[in-house]
């Protein structure tokens, strides 16, 4: 069992669960509207050497270590932009009007081909194309999509939908997506 830096907590594994996408949550000293992202080695219990800690991102509303810890995905207020954990350097960015509160959640493939987004639809990214493939999914304003899971082989993608209320239970749906 290998012990985090002090002040970090994970918030996704790799797929081989052999890495840990890690956060800086140190709330003493640090800027809420700011944040730090590493890759930690589970096995070997440290951060990867030649791996770059992304600093100073703007607070973002999900982040995502690609299936095989090559890359992070971080949804931001406007876009997503994704990493390589290598070296920390922005690889691409994609455009995403739905910004401000709600919930936004991201999902690799398990191939790491795609990365799935949504708040209010379902949008599907092509990693290598870099570029939107398809959009699907559209929940009216009441509601926002919480969940997004693939498919073990890819083939389908599993939403989950809630109803926002400040005050009262939320209806929960879940939809299964089959993907062509």
Do not use: C
């Not at 985090?4 to 140190?26: E, M, R």
């Not at 990493?83 to 922005?90: D, F, I, Q, R, S």
């Amino acid at each position: 069992m290998s012990q985090l830096p002090d002040n970090y907590s994970v918030v996704n594994f790799s797929s081989d669960g052999k890495l840990a996408l890690i956060q800086h949550i140190d709330k003493t000293t640090r800027d809420k509207n700011n944040t730090d992202l590493a890759v930690w080695d589970i096995n070997a219990g440290k951060l990867l050497t030649g791996h770059a800690v992304l600093p100073d991102i703007t607070q973002g509303y999900d982040y995502q270590l690609s299936p095989d810890g090559s890359l992070i995905a971080l949804d931001q207020e406007g876009k997503i932009d994704i990493y390589t954990t290598a070296n920390g350097k922005l690889l691409t960015s994609f455009e995403n009007k739905v910004a401000g509160e709600g919930v936004h959640t991201l999902a690799w493939s398990p191939d790491g081909k795609y990365l799935a987004e949504s708040a209010d639809t379902i949008k599907i990214f092509d990693m290598t194309a870099k570029k939107l493939a398809t959009t699907f999914g559209k929940v009216n304003n009441s509601q926002w999509i919480t969940t997004l899971v693939w498919s073990p082989d890819g083939s389908a993608i599993a939403s989950s939908s809630m109803t926002k209320s400040d005050d009262q239970p939320s209806d929960l749906m879940v939809n299964v997506w089959q993907l062509s």
